[in-house]
């Protein structure tokens, strides 16, 4: 089996040759020893910042097993490269299976080609536009025009991620994340996202992938309706039997719901068909915006101008002696604020970046963990908590869809302004507003320990005028739709949660690794 030899730290100009002549050294290897070699992943270590290195890991593959296993049981940088290799040779006999896939998001998108590709003709509901059209929508608002509650930045063709960073990165440790970063290089992201530790795909990456995906769905047989919601559903004896669609109604035998975590409505309605769901934590709070140039300052000291250093990015985090946590979320090196509701007469802030991340500003949210206990038990209190800062937010904000902000400084004095030498991003305009009225007494106590700790950890964190804009509530989705060990509902055994909005993932990464097997699952059975 190949190996992995890892911690290989070389000056940022290193060259591929003097990295792989350092990992043969590290490993006590000769080079008549291998068959294949080539970078792993890379990463930054800026721990130092007189002395910036950039961390290698080796995929090596040896002609001699024996040899392999010898270095890997006596190298402390060597480990066996776990199998990625993901084929989904799967069981025969089910291809006439009638599986509907309610969501086109990350998670949707790849339970469909895995269904398609074992020859199972999925067939996609989606509520929002395909992505031509829903790019259009999307721009016309942020320039002034008006709200479409179908097609937004949460809703439409490639989800929620399609108008974001497009970051991989994800707590989950599956092998099947190399295989969705594969899938994702075929479908025309960069290369290097294979090989970097924090890999990105840009909103502008997003877009051109998301179509792709759609059209190989479609070649393998797969049908996509798009601008049609699920709406209604009938039950026979623990199952679904038919779903009812703003366009048309029909029979299924398998429902996979990847409705992500805004589908409120979708929510209301598991609900009302009493299908089982319990409210789940998530976070709240306000993004962000410092000039990229000052974050790469803080992190890179006075090698922030070396072109062979990525866009600076942070991850800050702090708990209270109880345990609530406010921490850095969905950090966008180079990027924008962006309005991220699902509805109209509301206010909800998320960030996106182009592949270049080439934006004068960073920005990144800053949330606090709320819990039931703080927003109550019934499954969708959560959802109520949510709209409800949202709805304020609008109010606050002059009813025009511009955001509430204020800088640190004014919102730590309880003086809110919007004087900065830091231009917003938001493309709605900003209102000078007290935060306070914004977010229970929890949220805003936490932010104000946030902002003194990241302080004393992040230069940049110490600027006063850094911007705020509020506020950011669809961190993660607010319920759980509760599924048994074989990804199906609880109490609906053919109805198959997937995704972020059934609780079971956090990002696009994890998402579309439960959409694979979730697929893997139904084609199996
Ligand atoms: C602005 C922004 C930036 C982000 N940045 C990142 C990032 O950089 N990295 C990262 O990992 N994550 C990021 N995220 C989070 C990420 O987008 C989500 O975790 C991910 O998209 C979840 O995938 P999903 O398929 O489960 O759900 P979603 O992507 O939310 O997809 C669900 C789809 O279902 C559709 N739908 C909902 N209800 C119905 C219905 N009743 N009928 C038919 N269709 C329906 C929706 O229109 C939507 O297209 C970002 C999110 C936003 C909003």
Redesign the pocket.
């Known amino acids: 089996m190949p190996l992995i030899i890892s911690g290989i730290k070389m000056p940022l100009d290193a060259n591929k040759d003097s990295v792989f002549s350092k990992a043969l050294k590290i490993a006590s290897l000769k080079e008549r020893n291998i068959r294949k070699i080539e970078i792993y992943k890379t990463s930054v270590d800026a721990r130092n910042r007189d002395n910036i290195m950039l961390v290698y890991s080796v995929f090596v593959e040896l002609y001699d097993s024996d040899i392999e296993k010898k270095i890997c049981n006596r190298n402390k940088f060597a480990s066996y490269c776990e199998n990625f290799e993901f084929s989904p040779l799967l069981k025969k006999g089910n291809e006439n299976k009638k599986v509907a896939v ?8 790849f339970s469909a080609l895995v269904l398609a590709e074992n020859g199972i003709k999925p067939i996609v ?4 536009e395909p992505i031509e059209k829903r790019v259009s929508s999307v721009d016309a608002f942020m320039n002034g025009g008006v709200f479409s509650e ?2 937004n ?18 707590r989950i440790k599956d092998k099947l994340c190399r295989y969705v970063l594969e899938q994702f290089v075929e479908f025309g992201a960069p290369k290097e996202i294979l090989t970097k530790a924090k890999a ?1 795909i840009g909103t502008d990456n997003l877009r051109r992938i998301v179509k792709a995906m759609r059209e190989r769905i479609l070649s393998l047989g797969g049908e996509i309706y798009f601008e ?4 209604d559903f009938t039950l026979k004896n623990g199952r679904i039997n038919e779903i009812k ?1 703003s366009r048309f109604s029909m029979q299924v035998d398998d429902v996979i719901l ?6 409120r ?2 929510f209301e ?1 598991l609900v009302r068909k009493n299908i089982i769901l319990e409210p789940k934590p998530f976070s709240v709070g306000v993004r962000i915006e410092h000039r990229q140039s000052d974050v790469d300052i803080s992190l890179y000291g006075n090698q922030a101008d070396n072109p062979l250093l990525p866009k600076g990015e942070y991850q800050l985090s702090k708990r209270n002696k109880y345990g609530r946590g406010v921490y850095t979320f ?1 950090m ?1 090196p180079g990027g924008y604020v ?1 309005p ?1 509701q699902s509805e109209e007469k509301t206010v909800v802030t ?4 182009e592949y270049s991340r080439n934006g004068d500003n960073a920005n990144s949210a800053i949330v606090v963990s709320v819990t039931p206990k703080d927003f109550g038990s019934k499954p969708l209190d959560g959802v109520s908590f949510q709209r409800d800062i949202e709805s304020r937010a609008y109010k606050l904000a002059d009813e025009d869809y511009s955001a509430p902000a204020t800088t640190v400084e004014g919102f730590l004095s309880g003086n809110p302004s919007i004087e900065s030498d830091i231009k917003g991003t938001y493309p709605r305009g900003l209102k000078a507003v007290e935060l306070r009225n914004l977010f229970p007494k929890i949220v805003t106590n936490m932010l104000e320990i946030g902002f003194d700790d990241f302080s004393k950890k992040m230069k940049c964190f110490g600027n006063g005028k850094a911007l705020l804009t509020a506020p950011e509530t ?1 961190t ?1 989705s607010p319920v759980r739709i509760t599924r048994t060990d074989g990804f199906y509902s609880l109490n609906c055994e053919n109805l198959f949660p ?5 609780g079971y ?8 690794v ?2 694979i097997k979730v697929a893997v699952q139904i084609i199996e059975n």
């Open positions: 309610i969501g086109f998001g990350p998670a949707g998108m509901i989606e509520r929002g179908s097609s930045i949460q809703f439409g063709e490639g989800g929620a991620g399609t108008f974001s960073d497009g970051k991989l990165t994800s990105h049609t919601k699920l709406e669609t990847a409705v992500g975590h805004s589908a409505d979708t309605l969905c966008c962006v991220a998320n960030g996106m970046s669809r993660s997937c995704g972020e909005g059934a993932a956090g990002g696009i990464m994890s998402a579309a439960d959409g």
